[in-house]
Structure formats: structure tokens, C-alpha cells
């Protein structure tokens, strides 16, 4: 298989959440260009309407959101069904914690499997209320009201838990700061700087001050990186050619994907970089050499959490042993991807085992065929798909379709590239 042409990946999701956020809670009309127009994203729109911010009907790739300012939400009469979206509910919460009246959160089977008392715990300790109607996932009602500043922190290195007591801090216009036990994505931050809120980072302290506003500002969303991770890996298992991805995301907190691919070979090169928005934006070029297995520090795993699918496809290619341990984290995502990824690759072929936080692949030449069970998981789709596109591979991916959660276009671009 060679790689060829070029293409531009649809637009990061977690920007994609955020700048519907803070368009809602801005005061006037926030423009929105290159929207990741995906099931997750809908969700975030469809959510906000529901609390009464003024978001077409229809998501586009670019529209208007008139927003009514950091109050201006109004208690929905309906539940606020996040559907597969994590950020959503966990942002959200945030945002409903400090809102004097009581919201119903609900999602789809997924969703309501993976846990909500992380984000809820630190809400809790500045004043909100949540009542879960079975363990600790959704359906869960936020009970909001005047909230106090915190110190928090956190026992899980998770931007989704940082960003929703930003976003109560800010909702409250009380003051609040953030511990975390390893560096996680930073949009949050961004984003409210570029907003003209006092957000102040050092090392894995993050301190929100007190503001009573959120200027508008247009947005104009950079491609995800962990949706063109999984084109740097093609590029990186093929015979020969070259790709190029343009206008992608390069922010720090989020390219540990790609350095970890191209530590096990791959060959990218970073053109046109500048800053668009508060986030750094380059084209990527790829191309392949000899891949390799890799260990991978623990450290780093927060940097590539979405990428580690794609990652131990790559390694089943990759001469030598990939391991990777600390991503306990992988567990309670769309699916548990540590099992997801390990029985896969098993099913294939392949010779991987399963860690508790974590796995070990030993990669080889030799063909992978059988069948691939998603468990509705966009991840686990596009992973397999990308190893399925390998010269010899004959791989069945069960449920094509979940890929709409972050990239309805998937598989038309897969075709495109890879000859």
C-alpha cells in the first residue's frame, strides 16, 4: 500500500465543544468556521438549545451563535440528552453547576457506563448538588445554585474534570485552581484567554480569577489531531509516497500522537506553522520508514489517551515489543479500548496481551484477517480500518457507521489516500 495526496481532517472535536460553549455564554454573536460537524458535537448544540441559546437548528461547518451571556441559560423542560459525548456531559455539569435551577442529564447506553462522580466531587465541594439514579453514571440530575471557590485536587490527570470547575468558576464569578497530577489538553485555557478571562497556568496548576464576563470572539476550529493521528499511522505502515494534512492542530498538550508515531518511525514533517486563534496550526507531511516497537512512559499518556488505539495497531506492524502501562484511563472510554484493542488484535492474528492499565504487542509481517467488534466505538473503528488498509490485511470492521461520532468522512477519505 502507498500513500498519496493530500486532505484536510475535520475539525477538533474538543475545540469544536468548547467554542459552542463559549459562544452560548458570550454576550453577542460569535462566528464558528470549520466545525467538526459529528454526532459528539451535535449533542453540545443540541443541548444548549435545549437550555435556550440562540444555535441554528442545523450544525454547520460555519454559522452564527448568538449568545445571551454567562446567565443567560434557561432551565430546560426536557432532559439534555448528550447522546456518546463525554465532554459534553462533564462540561456541561460544570456549567450547570452554577445555575440556580435543576438540570437531567442523560446520554446513550455508552455514555451512561462511564463515570460522572469525578466531575461531580469537585462541583459538590463548592456548593452544587448531583443525585445519580444508579452508581456513578448517567442519568444524573445537577442541582445548581451559588456557588463558593475551591482548591482542588484532582486524583485523575483529566481535562474534561479541569475545564467543568473552570467553567463553574466562571459561570459563578468566583475564584478557583486546579492540581492535577500530570499536564492534560489546555483548549480551556486558551480559549478563555482569547475570551478575556484571567486564566493563569503554572506547571499543572491552573488558576481561574473572578471575571463577570465572556467576550465574543470568532473561531475558527483547526483540524484534530487525533483524527489525522490516524493518517500519520497509515503513512507510516505503507510502502512508499507521501501525505500531506493540512491545517492541523499542533497545541502541545495534544501531539504526543504524533511524536510517539514518529518515535516508532514515521517520518512528519511540520510546515507553515503559526498561531490561529490561540492554537498552533501546521500542515503535517508523512512518509514512512522501518517501524519499531516502542515503551511507552507513563508520563506521556494523557498527551495521546485517543491516539493508543491506532498506536497498538501500529506496533502489530512494528518490529519488536510495544508496551504500554499508566492508561487505566482507556477503561472507561467509549469502550474499554485496553480490552477492545488487545482482543482485536488477538482475533486478527496478532500477538498482544492485556495489562491492567495498559498493553504489550509484539509486532510481525505476517497477514491479520478475521473479523473486528467496535463495540460502537469510533475509535476502535477507524484503528482497525487504517490496519485493514495494510497490503495483505484482511480485516471486517462490524459497525462502520460509529465513525460519525468524530468523523462522518472517514472512510471515503481512507479510500482516497491509500492506493
Known amino acids: 500500500m502507498r500513500v498519496d495526496g493530500s486532505l484536510r481532517v475535520p475539525g477538533d472535536k474538543s475545540i469544536s465543544h468548547r467554542a459552542l460553549m463559549f459562544a ?23 443541548v444548549l438549545r435545549a437550555l435556550g441559546a440562540t444555535i441554528p437548528g442545523v450544525v454547520a461547518t460555519e454559522f452564527t451563535v448568538r449568545g445571551g451571556g454567562l446567565r443567560g441559560l434557561r432551565e430546560s423542560a426536557t432532559d439534555l440528552d ?11 455539569s460544570g456549567i450547570l453547576a452554577a445555575i440556580p435551577f435543576d438540570s437531567r442529564v442523560t446520554g446513550d447506553a455508552s455514555l451512561s457506563k462511564r463515570p460522572m462522580k469525578r466531575v461531580a466531587k469537585p462541583l459538590e465541594a463548592m456548593g452544587a448538588k448531583f443525585a445519580f439514579a444508579t452508581g456513578d453514571g448517567l442519568p444524573m440530575t445537577v442541582h445548581g445554585g451559588l ?60 488558576t481561574l480569577l473572578p471575571n463577570a464576563t465572556l467576550n465574543t470572539a470568532d473561531t475558527d476550529v483547526p483540524g484534530d489531531p487525533s483524527s489525522a493521528a490516524f493518517f500519520v499511522a497509515l503513512a507510516a505502515m505503507s510502502t512508499g509516497g507521501s501525505l500531506v494534512i493540512d491545517h492541523v492542530c499542533v497545541n502541545s498538550s495534544r501531539t504526543g500522537g504524533f511524536e510517539m508515531l514518529a518515535d516508532m518511525g514515521a517520518l512528519i514533517a511540520y510546515e507553515d506553522i503559526h498561531d490561529d486563534g490561540g492554537e498552533p496550526v501546521a500542515r503535517l507531511v508523512v512518509s514512512a520508514r522501518q517501524l519499531r516497537g516502542i515503551t511507552i512512559d507513563p508520563t506521556m499518556v494523557p498527551s495521546l489517551i485517543d491516539e493508543l488505539p491506532i498506536i497498538a495497531c501500529v506496533a502489530s506492524r512494528a518490529h519488536g515489543e510495544t508496551r504500554v502501562t499508566g492508561a487505566a484511563e482507556l477503561r472507561v472510554k467509549e469502550s474499554d479500548r485496553i480490552a477492545a484493542v488487545v482482543q482485536n488484535l488477538k482475533a486478527i492474528g496478532a500477538d498482544a496481551s492485556e495489562l491492567p492499565d495498559g498493553f504489550v504487542i509484539h509486532g510481525s509481517d505476517r497477514p491479520l484477517k478475521g473479523k473486528v467488534t467496535t463495540y460502537g466505538d469510533h475509535r476502535i473503528a477507524m484503528a482497525f480500518g487504517v490496519l485493514g488498509a495494510v497490503d495483505g490485511n484482511e480485516i471486517e470492521i462490524d459497525d462502520r457507521d460509529c465513525v460519525s461520532v468524530s468523523y462522518p468522512g472517514f472512510w471515503s477519505d481512507l479510500a482516497r489516500v491509500a492506493r
Not at 452560548?24 to 443540541?46: I, M, P
Not at 448528550?82 to 456541561?92: D, E, H, K, P, V
Not at 484532582?154 to 459561570?171: C, I, N, P
Open 24 to 46: 452560548a455564554l458570550g454576550k453577542g454573536e460569535s462566528r464558528v468556521r470549520g466545525l467538526l460537524c459529528s454526532e459528539d458535537v451535535k449533542s453540545t448544540a443540541g
Open 82 to 92: 448528550c447522546g456518546n459525548s463525554g465532554t459534553t456531559a462533564r462540561l456541561m
Open 147 to 206: 456557588l463558593t471557590g475551591t482548591t482542588w485536587f484532582s486524583e485523575t490527570a483529566s481535562a474534561q474534570v479541569k475545564s467543568a470547575v473552570l467553567l463553574a468558576g466562571l459561570v459563578a464569578d468566583v475564584p478557583v485552581e486546579v492540581h492535577e497530577p500530570a499536564s492534560t489538553r489546555d483548549h480551556t485555557e486558551r480559549m478563555l484567554r482569547a475570551r478575556g478571562v484571567d486564566v493563569r497556568s503554572d506547571g499543572n496548576v491552573v
